[in-house]
């Protein structure tokens, strides 16, 4: 049993930035990739950036240049860096990780909304 709880959503305006986290806990053997994943109102789920447990990471197009992962391994934590922010950004952004040998998890969310 693992549980991933996300924090750091909430309202800014556009071209401001937010800090996502999102910490692992519970019976666990290795965390390898982790990352985040966002779905609108009416729109399909998307990845948006992951990163490996080297720390190799990999970003949706639309977000590139303006968002980066992070992960503390110690911690357990995964962080997404959001700056620039568009009101195309708005979502649930949901945290995911794929924790041997269980499987993946995911968390249950966290709103993030852009004002424009």
């Known amino acids: 049993q693992v549980q991933l709880v996300e924090s750091g959503g909430g309202l800014v305006q556009a071209g401001g930035s937010l800090r996502l986290s999102c910490a692992a806990s519970?019976?666990?053997?290795?965390?390898?990739?982790m990352g985040w994943y966002r779905q609108a109102p009416g729109k399909q789920r998307e990845m948006v950036a992951t990163?490996?447990?080297?720390?190799?990471?990999n970003y949706a197009d639309s977000v590139k240049g303006r968002f980066t992962i992070s992960r503390d391994n110690a911690k357990n934590t995964v962080y997404l860096q959001m700056n620039n922010l568009k009101p195309e950004d708005t979502a649930v952004y949901y945290c995911?990780?794929?924790?041997?040998?269980?499987?993946?998890?995911w968390g249950q969310g966290t709103q993030v909304t852009v004002s424009s």
């Open positions: 990163i490996t447990r080297g720390g190799w990471p």
């Open positions: 995911y990780a794929q924790v041997a040998p269980m499987g993946p998890y």
């Open positions: 519970g019976s666990m053997f290795s965390i390898n990739t």
